[in-house]
């Protein structure tokens, strides 16, 4: 159907609210999004060209090829995007669209077969690698696979209705715990630079660590003095975005005429990642990976932050996509002509001292169960290199009997004999034999 729209990973799983009813309720909305005609040759640089390929960017699943080469064959059967495309919550829910799956084309399932097969292998791959680093033996795959929640383990050869289920599911419950994940990681690595700065100070004398420790707030002063940053999705925010990133006139600013420019797939949604590229601008203001005192995972944690609080306040149905009627309500809102100054980082207490103080103590018992196993191991060492030698003595001392086995064998008149019995050597012939053959 020359309507059919295609649409990443990223919105299949996330278009359906936080009960797993995900999946295809985007491609309706994409058929009904209202068309915008715009003259995009105003706009700064070469833009997206209608019909060229976008690369999606990776969900952050471990699962993430696997999800994506499933969504791509299935895009290729007629019957199953029909249905993708007049789909309603309750069949979803009730898992009719899943079995669907029983009407596509042979060629779409042996496909899919193959590649539950190799995605499979792969985790079974996995698994072994995992086992093989702590020595361990007699693993059970099939066992171990029960931990992966995106593919039905008991049936590793086929892929059935009851796989793309579990697949849709995982995947929705993984993306909606994504972004939590990525903030206590963010925090364990504020708390690592802390430690680290820490310990660094007690390596050093009162004069170093005073210069070392004037060093450090000159930078946190000079990181903290940059222009101001305005309010993620407030229409100061988004106007500098269409002047100094789109080239266009400030005073034609229009929401509209906006949110086309920066539907970048054109599919009627601005998603995560198209969110998350209007706050280019004012993440410049704070971070350029030039300067020393700017750090670039902070950039992105603040990049993060800035994605989530315009999603809480534009996306109504908690669907993690933004439509034009969302979009176009929001810019209507107080918020939106007169936001709240926004706190970057910098301005906020990232951890608490007891929780750095609970984190160095996890470091430490960490550290403490390293340094076992590398005693251990060093054991383990040494006490090889005692057998080795003492093997390596005893082969000196066997081939010193054989030596003087076979000097003593010389010394009684016998030839010494091969490994299997032969003589090494043919005794020489008697003076009276040898004239007898003449």
């Keep these: 159907s020359s309507n059919y729209v295609r649409v990443s990973p990223m919105k299949w799983l996330s278009v359906l609210p936080q009960q797993c009813i995900l999946l295809m309720t985007c491609l309706l909305m994409v058929l009904e999004a209202v068309p915008i005609d715009i003259d995009k040759t105003k706009v700064k640089g070469e833009g997206h060209v209608e019909g060229e390929k976008v690369e999606n960017p990776d969900t952050g699943l471990y699962y993430d090829e696997y999800l994506r080469q499933v969504i791509d064959v299935l895009e290729t059967d007629k019957h199953f995007r029909e249905k993708l495309q007049t789909a309603d919550?309750?069949?979803?829910?009730?898992?009719?669209?899943?079995?669907?799956?029983?009407?596509?084309?042979?060629?779409?399932?042996?496909?899919?077969?193959?590649?539950?097969?190799?995605?499979?292998?792969?985790?079974?791959?996995?698994?072994?690698?995992?086992?093989?680093?702590?020595?361990?033996?007699?693993?059970?795959?099939?066992?171990?696979?029960?931990?992966?929640?995106?593919l039905n383990h008991q049936n590793p050869d086929t892929f059935e209705p009851k796989d793309l289920d579990m697949l849709i599911k995982a995947a929705t419950s993984d993306l909606e715990n994504y972004d939590k994940t990525r903030h206590e990681e963010f925090k364990k690595y504020e708390m690592m630079k802390e430690h680290e700065r820490r310990e660094y100070l007690k390596t050093?004398?009162?004069?170093?660590?005073?210069?070392?420790?004037?060093?450090?707030?000159?930078?946190?002063?000079?990181?903290?003095?940059?222009?101001?940053?305005?309010?993620?999705?407030?229409?100061?925010?988004?106007?500098?975005?269409?002047?100094?990133?789109?080239?266009?006139?400030?005073?034609?600013?229009?929401?509209?005429?906006?949110?086309?420019?920066?539907?970048?797939?054109?599919?009627?949604?601005?998603?995560?990642?198209?969110?998350e590229a209007l706050f280019t601008k004012e993440l410049e203001k704070v971070y350029d990976p030039k300067n020393e005192e700017d750090d670039m995972v902070e950039m992105e944690e603040e990049r993060l932050r800035m994605r989530e609080h315009v999603m809480n306040e534009v996306d109504v149905n908690k669907d993690r996509l933004v439509t034009l009627e969302e979009f176009l309500r929001a810019t209507e809102k107080k918020e939106f002509l007169e936001p709240d100054s926004w706190e970057t980082l910098d301005q906020q207490q990232l951890f608490t001292e007891d929780e750095l103080k609970e984190f160095e103590s996890h470091i430490s018992q960490q550290e403490d169960e390293l340094r076992k196993k590398a005693e251990d191991l060093q054991k383990q060492k040494e006490e090889l290199?005692?057998?080795?030698?003492?093997?390596?003595?005893?082969?000196?001392?066997?081939?010193?009997?054989?030596?003087q086995m076979e000097q003593k064998k010389l010394q009684q008149g016998n030839p010494p004999a091969g490994p299997a019995g032969e003589l090494k050597f043919q005794p020489r012939m008697c003076l009276s034999v040898w004239i007898h053959k003449l």
């Design 204 to 275: 050093l004398d009162e004069e170093k660590r005073q210069r070392e420790e004037s060093k450090f707030e000159e930078m946190k002063k000079k990181h903290g003095d940059h222009p101001k940053v305005h309010h993620p999705g407030s229409k100061d925010q988004l106007k500098e975005v269409w002047e100094e990133a789109d080239g266009l006139d400030p005073n034609e600013f229009d929401p509209k005429t906006f949110f086309k420019l920066h539907d970048v797939n054109n599919d009627g949604f601005l998603d995560e990642q198209e969110l």
């Design 385 to 403: 290199q005692r057998q080795h030698d003492q093997l390596q003595a005893q082969k000196q001392e066997l081939q010193q009997v054989v030596k």
């Design 89 to 150: 919550i309750e069949e979803i829910k009730s898992g009719k669209l899943s079995r669907e799956l029983d009407l596509v084309s042979h060629h779409v399932r042996t496909r899919l077969d193959e590649l539950k097969r190799q995605e499979v292998a792969r985790l079974r791959m996995l698994i072994k690698a995992k086992m093989d680093s702590v020595q361990d033996t007699g693993i059970d795959h099939q066992a171990l696979l029960k931990q992966f929640e995106h």
